[in-house]
């Protein structure tokens, strides 16, 4: 039973109820909560064989989203990239078995399977190298993966990279999104890259989630396309994750079909 569920119907006119109240003729019935007698805890591996030193991540190399695990996997000798292009191959009756919203990265050790880019960096680390997850910086690390998501950072790589990239046409926005980043990745870098990475001295999570994001923006292509410039210390970062990261030759060469090779094969 949830003590302060109250609060959906009473919170000084900030309640769900009295704030729908509002927009409603009628004022709606109160909203309840259910309260079971015992909730169980639910463990997504039971019953199923997981950690099993290899596993397979289904992604594309030049997916912002799915370098971040894509990287974390081939640095710690555990991934098999199954290249897996957003459409027909993720509509197939095995791959929706994996992850029935048809997405990537989505990844699969032994019996278990896992999707969502930030979710799978989280799996990695606490079953493969818990120090890229430690637990007295699991609060920092946690606001900056959502923060970068949640505070429009993404949402502006869509508008930016991926047009670059030739995955969309540019929107009539581009430009005007382009030119605020660098106050936004400024701001971003003053609060959670106050170390030589988001965790301190050494690499965490956050720091794979957000690096192929930076190496974009850093490329010369999409500054005469849409205006963007990273700060310093963006640039800075990007050096020193290059020099961490054993395997950062995935953001420059992949069959052509790496970030630096479709950047370049595209800037006219």
Known sequence: ?????????????????EMLDKKLAEPAGPITVASPEKVEAIDLLEGKAANTGKTQLYAVPASLNCLGPLLLGMDLKIAELVPTMPGEATMKEEFLALNPFHAVP??????????????????????????LYPTDKQTHIDWACDNFVLGGLQKDATKTVYPALGFMPFGEDAKEVGAALKDKLQKYADVFLKGKFVGGDKLSIADYKIAPFFYAWGHPSLKAKCGVEVPERIAKFTQDFAEACQNTALLTESG????????????I
Do not use: H, Q, V
Request: include cysteine; aromatic fraction near 10%.
């Open 256 to 267: 052509g079909y790496a970030l630096k090779e479709l950047l370049e094969c595209l800037t």
């Open 1 to 17: 039973e949830c003590p302060s569920r109250e609060m959906l119907n009473t919170a000084g006119g900030w309640g769900l109820k």
């Open 106 to 131: 989505t990844m699969k050790d032994g019996d278990f399977a896992l999707a969502e880019s930030t979710a799978i960096l989280r799996y990695y680390a606490r079953t493969y190298k818990p120090e």
